[in-house]
């Protein structure tokens, strides 16, 4: 603003000592032309003042907007500044206020997204190590054998729980910063389902529940072995936590020319209309949740299937049950 207004006194000058050296010529040629010069030369010189002293304060209050804007007053309007030779740059400010805006919200949102996960981190470490340390002082003193068995395998329970949960955040949390490389394959659905059903086959089979394939012979697709076999055993894991016993869950699948779609339903009691946006969410668990889950298993499946070219959605069943659909699509070959 400084520099702008001595360019602006050094104009002036020149402008004038142009003028008087003008006036000077003239006044030795022909006097009464150096008269109507001098009143010209003046009346520019004055028109000129007039028109910087303006710009001077337009500027002035321009540059008191943009210090407002960067003390976080939202409340900041750049209307005035739309016509003339500022409207450009006041275009630009407000684009750049626009754009800090939405940048400041979004880090307001990831920090109370933050928060929150940490206090349910906190919480849901806070209840097995409470149920431990119970645990523990009942093992102090006289049991029998029986018993001391028994709390000992209440105990490996409690820590293979917090074990994956603090396996499957660490996973999350490094597919959110995208440090995870991942080796994509060509490999089987059957495969794939198979391997996921391993972990849960005996919590299954104890429950009667009827496990049935009907996946399209050859179907396969392209991803990374491992995390999709983690995404379906998370799926999985959750159709049969709210399947009752003698119930059933069925996967099938099946490969078209744009993506290979694996879709898993069960004969549950399905998910309340409500809830069923909010099932992916982290750490969200519905009203009749299990008390075994933590409410990370689908956020984590789903965001596997999206680091896999694909998508993970879920809706109820005609009669009964939720039916988990997902699809990864083809990767395509773009040319030039």
Same mark, same amino acid.
């Given at each position: 603003?400084?520099?702008?207004?001595?360019?602006?006194? *050094?104009? /002036?000058?020149? #402008?004038?000592?142009?003028?008087?050296?003008?006036?000077?010529?003239?006044? =030795?040629?022909?006097?009464?032309?150096?008269? *109507?010069?001098?009143?010209?030369?003046?009346?520019?010189?004055?028109?000129?003042?007039?028109? =910087?002293?303006?710009?001077?304060?337009?500027?002035?209050?321009?540059?008191?907007?943009?210090?407002?804007?960067? %003390?976080?007053?939202?409340?900041?309007?750049?209307?005035e500044f739309k016509e003339g030779e500022l409207g450009i740059l006041s275009s630009e400010i407000h684009k750049?206020?626009?754009?800090?805006? $939405?940048?400041?919200?979004?880090?307001? @949102?990831? &920090?109370?997204?933050?928060? $929150?996960?940490?206090?349910?981190?906190? %919480?849901?470490?806070?209840?097995?190590?409470?149920?431990?340390?119970?645990?523990?002082?009942?093992?102090?003193?006289?049991?029998?054998?029986k018993e001391r068995e028994e709390h000992i395998s209440n105990m490996f329970t409690l820590l293979s729980k917090?074990?994956?949960?603090?396996?499957?955040? /660490?996973?999350?949390?490094?597919?959110?910063?995208?440090?995870?490389?991942?080796k994509k394959e060509r490999a089987t659905v059957s495969e794939i389902v198979n391997n996921a059903i391993i972990?849960?086959?005996?919590?299954?089979?104890?429950?009667?529940?009827?496990?049935?394939?009907?996946? !399209?012979?050859?179907?396969?697709? +392209?991803?990374?072995?491992?995390?999709?076999?983690?995404?379906?055993?998370?799926?999985?894991?959750?159709?049969?936590? %709210?399947?009752?016993?003698?119930?059933?869950?069925?996967?099938?699948?099946? #490969?078209?020319?744009?993506?290979?779609?694996?879709?898993?339903?069960?004969?549950?009691?399905?998910?309340?209309?409500?809830?069923? !946006?909010? *099932? +992916?969410?982290?750490?969200?668990?519905? &009203?009749?949740? @299990?008390?075994?889950?933590?409410?990370?298993?689908?956020?984590?499946?789903? &965001?596997?299937?999206?680091?896999?070219?694909?998508?993970?959605? *879920?809706?109820?069943?005609?009669?009964?049950?939720?039916? +988990?659909?997902?699809?990864?699509?083809?990767?395509?070959?773009?040319?030039?």
């Amino acid at each position: 603003m400084n520099k702008i207004c001595a360019d602006e006194k *050094v104009l /002036l000058i020149l #402008e004038g000592c142009l003028g008087a050296a003008g006036i000077a010529v003239c006044a =030795f040629i022909a006097p009464k032309s150096a008269v *109507v010069i001098f009143i010209f030369a003046a009346a520019i010189i004055i028109a000129q003042t007039i028109v =910087f002293s303006k710009r001077r304060k337009k500027l002035s209050r321009l540059c008191d907007k943009i210090d407002m804007i960067l %003390h976080n007053n939202e409340e900041i309007s750049l209307e005035e500044f739309k016509e003339g030779e500022l409207g450009i740059l006041s275009s630009e400010i407000h684009k750049m206020t626009i754009k800090l805006r $939405e940048q400041n919200n979004a880090l307001k @949102s990831e &920090k109370l997204i933050l928060k $929150e996960s940490l206090e349910d981190i906190s %919480h849901q470490l806070r209840t097995p190590l409470t149920t431990i340390l119970v645990i523990l002082g009942t093992m102090r003193g006289e049991q029998s054998q029986k018993e001391r068995e028994e709390h000992i395998s209440n105990m490996f329970t409690l820590l293979s729980k917090m074990q994956w949960l603090l396996e499957t955040l /660490l996973s999350i949390s490094r597919l959110d910063a995208g440090a995870v490389t991942f080796k994509k394959e060509r490999a089987t659905v059957s495969e794939i389902v198979n391997n996921a059903i391993i972990p849960l086959s005996i919590a299954i089979e104890l429950k009667d529940i009827t496990l049935s394939q009907e996946i !399209s012979e050859g179907a396969g697709l +392209f991803a990374d072995k491992m995390y999709m076999t983690e995404a379906l055993e998370n799926i999985l894991k959750n159709c049969m936590e %709210h399947t009752p016993e003698g119930g059933a869950i069925n996967i099938s699948a099946q #490969e078209n020319n744009i993506y290979t779609e694996i879709v898993i339903s069960d004969t549950g009691a399905g998910i309340p209309e409500e809830e069923l !946006s909010r *099932v +992916f969410e982290r750490f969200y668990r519905g &009203k009749g949740f @299990s008390s075994k889950g933590y409410g990370i298993g689908l956020a984590f499946a789903k &965001k596997i299937a999206a680091s896999q070219n694909g998508t993970l959605t *879920v809706k109820n069943g005609r009669t009964c049950g939720a039916v +988990f659909e997902m699809r990864i699509y083809k990767q395509t070959e773009v040319r030039g």
